[in-house]
């Protein structure tokens, strides 16, 4: 069974995700890294403690990862993160906090621990900044060789970003450390908003979750219906709220899930469009592709795979 690392910056979209790789017997999630974004990293590892008692899975341990821009001093969370996330970063539903705390090991070394006890049976997926895989490759280069597969969701290439005309968010948190791993030599899969904004959820799927009465459901949806609620004001023209951070999960579960093209990637990191997601031309013609960028979608085929798994993980959590 392939092994599974999530990175995230505990919002509503990485809540999902969280559930998806729990919902899914094809992975054993064995750890979540914290980093910021939606929320301060400190929000963000309560969140993903809360979550995972809550979804009856409190064997998931949580590193502590950095907590800003590896060019940065410190990190504030965007006003615009907190109408979509919520201010505490799940559409301000109150659960329980854990009685767990985050692990003494950094996300940093957890990350290069897993690649040397896995290797290529590990998937990492990070849905928020690229800030802790990009110190763990500085630390350990030799890992984006060893490692099985790095999933992000992240960067735009045919549509535009959803901070500026060229910025997707997470990429834009951290263009420097998200330009180290496109030209790390890792194999990386892209999952952008060229895909996630194709896959779309609404308050029927969300009353599903409802009817189930159990305080998983009840919590899902709960917290879903504000996420799509926000929506409803940024992005009106689209019907519901898009599965960003769930379908990074899905494709790392099943690459199948997307069309990819295979072109080597870079991040502009200096200039007015710093944080743009691009093919690099210094690399265009290497035949070694290490990136694949996701372009097309199964959307029925992952909507339902979404809904079976989440589903049946939340009637089964209380």
């Given at each position: 069974m392939r092994k599974l690392i999530l990175d995230l910056?505990?919002?509503?979209?990485?809540?999902?995700?969280?559930?998806?790789?729990?919902?899914?017997?094809?992975?054993?999630?064995?750890?979540?890294?914290?980093?910021?974004?939606n929320v301060l990293l400190e929000?963000?590892?309560?969140?993903?403690?809360?979550?995972?008692?809550?979804?009856?899975?409190?064997?998931?341990?949580?590193?502590?990862?950095?907590s800003h821009a590896c060019k940065a001093d410190s990190f504030e969370v965007l006003p615009v993160s907190a109408?979509?996330?919520?201010?505490?970063?799940?559409?301000?539903?109150?659960?329980?906090?854990?009685?767990?705390?985050?692990?003494?090991?950094?996300a940093v070394d957890f990350i290069i621990d897993a690649v040397n006890t896995?290797?290529?049976?590990?998937?990492?997926?990070?849905?928020?900044?690229?800030?802790?895989?990009?110190?763990?490759?500085?630390?350990?280069?030799?890992?984006?060789?060893?490692?099985?597969?790095?999933?992000?969701?992240?960067?735009?290439?045919?549509?535009?970003?959803?901070v500026d005309a060229w910025q997707e968010a997470n990429i834009s948190q951290d263009p420097d450390a998200a330009d180290a791993l496109f030209r790390s030599g890792a194999p990386v899969t892209m999952v952008g908003l060229d895909v996630t904004l194709q896959t779309l959820l609404t308050y029927k799927e969300t009353a599903r979750w409802r009817q189930l009465g159990t305080a998983a459901g009840n919590f899902l949806a709960d917290m879903t219906d504000f996420y799509i609620k926000a929506y409803e004001t940024t992005s009106p023209h689209l019907g519901g709220c898009g599965l960003h951070d769930p379908l990074a999960v899905g494709v790392a579960v099943d690459p199948t899930l997307?069309?990819?093209?295979?072109?080597?990637?870079?991040?502009?990191?200096?200039?007015?469009?710093?944080?743009?997601?691009?093919?690099?031309?210094?690399?265009?013609?290497?035949?070694?592709?290490?990136?694949?960028?996701a372009v097309g979608v199964d959307v029925p085929r992952f909507l339902d795979e979404f809904m079976t798994r989440i589903t049946r993980l939340a009637s089964q959590a209380d």
């Open positions: 910056d505990t919002g509503v979209d990485d809540t999902l995700a969280i559930s998806y790789a729990l919902g899914s017997p094809e992975v054993e999630l064995i750890g979540i890294t914290g980093t910021y974004g929000q963000g590892i309560r969140n993903d403690l809360a979550i995972t008692d809550l979804l009856g899975h409190p064997e998931v341990k949580v590193y502590p990862g950095l109408f979509i996330h919520g201010e505490n970063g799940i559409g301000d539903v109150a659960i329980p906090d854990s009685d767990r705390k985050a692990e003494t090991e950094s896995y290797g290529k049976d590990l998937v990492y997926v990070p849905t928020g900044p690229m800030t802790n895989i990009a110190a763990a490759l500085a630390k350990e280069p030799d890992i984006a060789q060893r490692i099985g597969s790095i999933v992000l969701m992240g960067g735009a290439l045919t549509v535009p970003g959803n997307v069309t990819t093209l295979p072109i080597n990637m870079k991040v502009e990191t200096e200039g007015a469009t710093r944080g743009r997601t691009i093919g690099d031309e210094q690399r265009l013609n290497d035949p070694n592709k290490t990136v694949r960028v």
